[in-house]
């Protein structure tokens, strides 16, 4: 009896420690990595941020296998991100250097393509209705991971996959359906130089404009002032157009305050479908007063700064930036402090004759609009998330009280069921003493316990996506890079 019982309540005492260690882990936030080089995608109201490379020590970068999301339906300030993590439900190798985008048949799906890791597929999708990971079997011509690219999904469900390395620089058209699943190949004629590090937009017209980048490997960069040290990224007084509809290229020679010659930025289309915004990238310096934001107007292909106000934020590169509501909306990359500055950047691009710097996304459709409705079924849910730590600390004080109660009260049984065993051995039924068998023996009633390649900063070289042969599941062995220190 006092075996079985010490048993049971050493089970209980096991199972209070799991639903503490579970209310411990829902109320200690994530806090991601210092990435770069990583994915954005903005699905259903939330951004989803895969993978990329981090920094252990000045002279190397390794990938990592983080996948989490932003939760952008409610309004949030970026000094107090709420990052969810669904890393464990990452099947993705470890990588950087990949590029991903919103399609499929419903325009739910993310699709995930290329990237730095010699044992990745070249394609996943990710379902965020049912939280799956999945390499989908695709048809059509043969083709090759590429990294380094940026692609751009079209109005039609094809992702257009230009340019990047493998590891040589191309300018070849890769495009997949991401109805059929079919791979199909982009003409050539007219196209740009091979290049990688580029800016791409998708345009109201269904084309795509295509903007500097870099074609010589060889570049350095200072990753503190991200001033080019030696080498020169291509112009951006050109950009190129890829017709999606007829399959053709064209270009464009570009006027007035033409950004420096840079590579490693990020380009969004402004809200009016009239102009393309840049941020950051590593640049040739041209003495302008401002290196880090420019706009093309795509109505005469003039360059000018835009008129900004707020806290201007260091630049950055090999971040992602995303157009949600009226914010550009810019996550991680290298040139910030994170003690000082947030993984997350927010833009005001709502007003054309001066953009905003700011801390506060506002979901709201309409800054102006003063009416008061009850939430709909996706910000409840939120709104629940939101409240999970709360309830999982009651729940979990809860259990802890019935599990020490059940605990407990097992012991008084068994104590008392022991006392009346002893009553059993001393007296009979009606009281009687029991007898004791003469030969000494017991009477039968007494009773006696868990190859890739990156970016890395060696031999003074920084920026270079190059094949690498692993070394360890978190670790990577490298050649060279872009980046000088």
Same mark, same amino acid.
């Given at each position: 009896?006092?075996?079985?019982?010490?048993?049971?309540?050493?089970?209980?005492?096991?199972?209070?420690?799991?639903?503490?260690?579970?209310?411990?882990?829902?109320?200690?936030?994530? /806090?991601?990595?210092?990435?770069?080089?990583?994915?954005?995608?903005?699905?259903?109201? /939330?951004?989803?941020?895969?993978?990329?490379?981090?920094?252990?020590?000045?002279?190397?970068?390794?990938?990592?296998?983080?996948?989490?999301?932003?939760?952008?339906?409610?309004?949030?300030?970026?000094?107090?991100?709420?990052?969810?993590? $669904?890393?464990?439900?990452?099947?993705?190798?470890?990588?950087?250097?990949?590029?991903?985008? /919103?399609?499929?048949?419903?325009?739910?799906?993310?699709?995930?393509?290329?990237?730095?890791?010699?044992?990745?597929?070249?394609?996943?999708?990710?379902?965020?209705?049912?939280?799956?990971?999945?390499?989908?079997?695709?048809?059509?011509?043969?083709?090759?991971?590429?990294?380094?690219?940026?692609?751009?999904?079209?109005?039609?469900?094809?992702?257009?996959?230009?340019?990047?390395?493998?590891?040589?620089?191309?300018?070849?058209?890769?495009? $997949?359906?991401?109805?059929?699943?079919?791979?199909?190949?982009?003409?050539?004629?007219?196209?740009?130089?091979?290049?990688?590090?580029?800016?791409?937009?998708?345009?109201?017209?269904?084309?795509?404009?295509?903007?500097?980048?870099?074609?010589?490997?060889?570049?350095?960069?200072?990753?503190?002032? $991200?001033?080019?040290?030696?080498?020169?990224?291509?112009?951006?007084?050109?950009?190129?157009?890829?017709?999606?509809?007829?399959?053709?290229?064209?270009? *464009?020679?570009?006027?007035?305050?033409?950004?420096?010659?840079?590579?490693?930025?990020?380009?969004?289309?402004?809200?009016?479908?009239?102009?393309?915004?840049?941020?950051? !990238?590593?640049?040739?310096?041209?003495?302008?007063?401002?290196?880090?934001?420019?706009?093309?107007?795509?109505?005469?292909?003039?360059?000018?700064?835009? /008129?900004?106000?707020?806290?201007?934020?260091?630049?950055?590169?090999?971040?992602?930036?995303?157009?949600?509501?009226?914010?550009?909306?810019?996550?991680?990359?290298?040139?910030?402090?994170?003690?000082?500055?947030?993984?997350?950047?927010?833009?005001?691009?709502?007003?054309?004759?001066?953009?905003?710097?700011?801390?506060?996304?506002?979901?709201?459709?309409?800054?102006?609009?003063?009416?008061?409705?009850?939430?709909?079924?996706?910000?409840?849910?939120?709104?629940?998330?939101?409240?999970? *730590?709360?309830?999982?600390?009651?729940?979990?004080?809860?259990?802890?009280?019935?599990? $020490?109660?059940?605990?407990?009260?097992?012991?008084?049984?068994?104590?008392?069921?022991?006392?009346?065993?002893?009553?059993?051995?001393?007296?009979?039924?009606?009281?009687?003493?029991?007898?004791?068998?003469?030969? !000494?023996?017991?009477?039968?009633?007494?009773?006696?316990?868990?190859?890739?390649?990156?970016?890395?900063?060696?031999?003074?070289?920084?920026?270079?996506?190059?094949?690498?042969?692993?070394?360890?599941?978190?670790?990577?062995?490298?050649?060279?890079?872009?980046?000088?220190?």
């Amino acid at each position: 009896m006092l075996k079985n019982s010490l048993v049971n309540f050493t089970l209980l005492w096991l199972l209070l420690q799991v639903v503490l260690v579970e209310v411990n882990c829902q109320m200690t936030p994530f /806090k991601p990595s210092a990435l770069n080089c990583h994915t954005a995608t903005f699905i259903d109201n /939330k951004l989803y941020i895969l993978s990329g490379l981090i920094k252990p020590s000045p002279k190397s970068y390794k990938s990592v296998k983080e996948f989490f999301y932003l939760d952008v339906s409610v309004p949030f300030n970026t000094r107090e991100l709420s990052w969810q993590d $669904l890393s464990n439900i990452n099947m993705v190798p470890p990588h950087g250097l990949a590029t991903s985008a /919103k399609g499929g048949v419903n325009n739910d799906t993310l699709f995930l393509y290329g990237g730095s890791n010699q044992t990745m597929e070249s394609v996943y999708t990710f379902d965020p209705h049912h939280m799956i990971w999945n390499p989908p079997k695709i048809t059509g011509i043969s083709t090759i991971r590429k990294s380094s690219l940026t692609g751009v999904m079209g109005y039609n469900g094809k992702f257009y996959l230009w340019g990047g390395r493998t590891p040589i620089i191309l300018n070849d058209m890769l495009i $997949l359906d991401t109805i059929s699943l079919n791979w199909e190949k982009g003409s050539l004629v007219n196209a740009p130089t091979p290049r990688i590090f580029y800016g791409a937009t998708l345009l109201p017209n269904d084309k795509i404009i295509y903007i500097g980048g870099l074609d010589d490997v060889t570049t350095e960069f200072d990753d503190d002032t $991200l001033n080019i040290d030696k080498g020169i990224a291509l112009s951006l007084n050109e950009v190129y157009l890829y017709d999606m509809i007829n399959d053709n290229w064209d270009v *464009k020679i570009t006027t007035g305050k033409i950004p420096s010659n840079r590579c490693g930025f990020s380009s969004v289309l402004g809200l009016d479908g009239q102009r393309v915004i840049i941020y950051g !990238g590593v640049f040739n310096n041209p003495g302008y007063l401002d290196t880090t934001l420019y706009v093309l107007d795509l109505t005469n292909y003039n360059w000018y700064i835009p /008129k900004i106000s707020g806290i201007i934020p260091k630049p950055r590169v090999f971040h992602q930036a995303n157009v949600i509501e009226k914010y550009m909306v810019i996550s991680f990359g290298i040139g910030y402090d994170r003690t000082v500055e947030s993984d997350i950047l927010l833009l005001d691009i709502s007003n054309n004759e001066e953009y905003v710097w700011t801390t506060s996304f506002d979901p709201s459709p309409s800054p102006s609009s003063t009416s008061h409705s009850l939430p709909t079924s996706s910000q409840t849910s939120n709104n629940s998330s939101d409240n999970s *730590k709360m309830v999982g600390a009651i729940v979990g004080s809860l259990l802890s009280g019935i599990f $020490l109660s059940v605990g407990g009260f097992f012991l008084y049984k068994w104590n008392k069921k022991r006392q009346s065993q002893n009553n059993i051995n001393n007296y009979n039924n009606y009281g009687q003493e029991k007898a004791v068998p003469a030969d !000494g023996s017991k009477n039968e009633n007494m009773t006696n316990h868990e190859v890739v390649s990156a970016i890395v900063n060696n031999d003074n070289y920084y920026g270079q996506e190059v094949i690498i042969t692993p070394t360890n599941n978190d670790g990577f062995k490298f050649f060279k890079f872009l980046n000088k220190k």
